[in-house]
T-cell receptor, first 112, second 112 residues
Framework: DADVTQTPRNRITKTGKRIMLECSQTKGHDRMYWYRQDPGLGLRLIYYSFDVKDINKGEISDGYSVSRQAQAKFSLSLESAIPNQTALYFC???????????FGPGTRLTVL | GESVGLHLPTLSVQEGDNSIINCAYSNSASDYFIWYKQESGKGPQFIIDIRSNMDKRQGQRVTVLLNKTVKHLSLQIAATQPGDSAVYFCAEMGGSNYKLTFGKGTLLTVNP
């Protein structure tokens, strides 16, 4: 499903580097989310945004920042990457009042 | 604290059999409970949800049961097919912020 796209799909970086993960959607949804998935664990919410002017911290926001550049774009930044941020990152979108979240294909990030 | 967890990390079934995936939750205030399917290399995909005031809901080949007395949620898949092989996550949603809290997932393997 190409409605929610993420770039890059894979990234290897070094400790201390600044990294930006990008998410774009063509679904016209107001709400966007960033999740992190670690092996053996479920997804954990990093940040979420209900519209362009709204940004909220999730469960594990430390070490991350986000920018909602437009309704269709929500980027996640790691200002100074560390090895324990190695994980699979997912962007998701949802309607203004809906339970279903639509997930992108994920970005696999490795911090050496 | 609030948590959503799973009884079994793995489940192996024969093609054509029915599958039952279980989930325990602890937050009685959740408004909705949701099942997601995640195939290898893909983002989670919504399967079905159930509102907290219901005890059963049926979809195509799937049924979700909610037992609020024991805080238990299950997903039943009828006539399991190889394409059903995936990790299944339960998640809960509560409050006005539509945040999802995911469980750790169950790996379902369908043997031909």
């Amino acid at each position: 499903d190409a409605d929610v796209t993420q770039t890059p799909r894979n990234r290897i970086t070094k400790t201390g580097k600044r990294i930006m993960l990008e998410c774009s959607q063509t679904k016209g949804h107001d709400r966007m989310y960033w999740y992190r998935q670690d092996p053996g664990l479920g997804l954990r919410l990093i940040y979420y945004s209900f519209d362009v002017k709204d940004i909220n911290k999730g469960e594990i926001s430390d070490g991350y920042s986000v920018s909602r550049q437009a309704q269709a774009k929500f980027s996640l930044s790691l200002e100074s990457a560390i090895p324990n941020q190695t994980a699979l990152y997912f962007c998701a979108t949802s309607r203004l009042a809906g339970n279903e979240q639509f997930f992108g294909p994920g970005t696999r990030l490795t911090v050496l | 604290g609030e948590s959503v967890g799973l009884h079994l990390p793995t489940l192996s079934v024969q093609e054509g059999d029915n599958s039952i995936i279980n989930c325990a939750y602890s937050n009685s205030a959740s408004d909705y409970f949701i099942w997601y399917k995640q195939e290898s290399g893909k983002g989670p995909q919504f399967i079905i949800d159930i509102r907290s005031n219901m005890d059963k809901r049926q979809g195509q080949r799937v049924t979700v049961l909610l037992n609020k007395t024991v805080k238990h949620l299950s997903l039943q898949i009828a006539a399991t097919q190889p394409g059903d092989s995936a990790v299944y996550f339960c998640a809960e949603m509560g409050g006005s912020n539509y945040k999802l809290t995911f469980g750790k997932g169950t790996l379902l393997t369908v043997n031909p």
